[in-house]
């Protein structure tokens, strides 16, 4: 038997104090085992138990069923005291792995970002208030590579060349093209000739970006090999504000643009881009089960992407 002051005794369990509580409370032992769903020798058991590995007496039994001893009338504060606060505890875990279930991490293409993903957002936060969102944009390569390292939960973009895709699944949820857009009055606008943009700087997709090779497969399958005043970026603030204040040709996905096209801030060349047409849509890692949240944003995007498609 413990009798170490200041400690609690190693062999008083949860069980304990469960049986002893509802029985004080309920008056016998009878009704504190129908309380708990157990047996009553198994709380007369847990009784004696408690009562021998404390060394005191805890309650007098009588015919008319069981009352506190003076010693008893005492534990009971501190036992009371201690399963609500070992409650509070499970409940503040239970809390905090809740919060952590139903945070999703979504990494959202530029393209998409401002046009399909506010929609979506919108309608999955009316259905799912307690659901936390964190959006980040990129590059479509580098949230590829953190989808399959697991820092974000789904990826909304491009479709990823063959080797980018390993390990991943793509659910599609539209087709975009790439546009090639230009300041108003631009004077290509007043004449489109796409071999004429190599005599204007022109803002390119750098190797990074998911559009990348559609665009270098479609100039030289039109003839035009090499852009000699040529600026890699992948910055769509950079280039909405120079291609705004100069003669550039900005070749980007026409998701990119299409706010700045409907408010006539950007013009687009009226060029063949049919060939430049690519996949979008939804990306999750292919040996992880969707979670139900997760699930539900993908069809709030989905629902969205039926109004959004360029």
């Not at 004449?191 to 100039?219: C, K, Q, T």
Request: aromatic share 4%.
């Amino acid at each position: 038997m413990d009798n170490h002051v200041g400690m609690i005794p190693g062999r008083v369990k949860f069980r304990h104090l469960q049986c002893f509580l509802q029985t004080a409370r309920l008056g016998g032992v009878a009704k504190a085992a129908q309380s708990l769903g157990v047996s009553q020798p198994a709380v007369s058991k847990s009784l004696a138990e408690l009562e021998e590995i404390l060394g005191v007496e805890l309650m007098e039994r009588s015919r008319a069923g069981v009352s506190l001893t003076p010693v008893g009338e005492m534990f009971l504060r501190y036992a009371g005291a201690s399963v609500a606060a070992l409650r509070q505890g499970l409940d503040g875990v239970a809390r905090s792995k809740m919060a952590e279930e139903t945070l999703l991490t979504v990494g959202v293409l530029p393209s998409v970002a401002g046009r399909l993903v506010p929609t979506a957002v919108d309608r999955f936060r009316r259905a799912n208030p307690g659901v936390t969102l964190k959006i980040v944009s990129g590059p479509n390569l580098h949230l590829l590579d953190q989808l399959r390292l697991g820092a974000l939960d789904l990826v909304l973009g491009r479709l990823g060349a063959p080797a980018s895709m390993a390990g991943l699944s793509f659910q599609h949820l539209y087709s975009e093209t790439v546009s090639f857009v230009v300041r108003p009055g631009h004077p290509l606008h007043a004449a489109p000739d796409l071999d004429r943009i190599v005599d204007y700087p022109v803002l390119f997709p750098d190797n990074e970006a998911a559009i990348r090779g559609i665009v270098e497969r479609y100039l030289i399958a039109n003839g035009i090999g090499h852009i000699p005043d040529r600026i890699e970026t992948v910055s769509n603030d950079f280039g909405r504000a120079y291609t705004r204040r100069s003669d550039a040709v900005w070749i980007i996905s026409s998701g990119v643009v299409a706010i700045d096209v409907a408010e006539g801030m950007l013009e687009v060349l009226p060029f063949d881009v049919a060939d430049t047409t690519g996949p979008v849509g939804v990306t999750t890692r292919a040996d992880t089960e969707i979670a139900p949240a997760t699930r539900l944003l993908i069809d709030a995007m989905r629902h969205a992407s039926t109004s959004a498609q360029p």
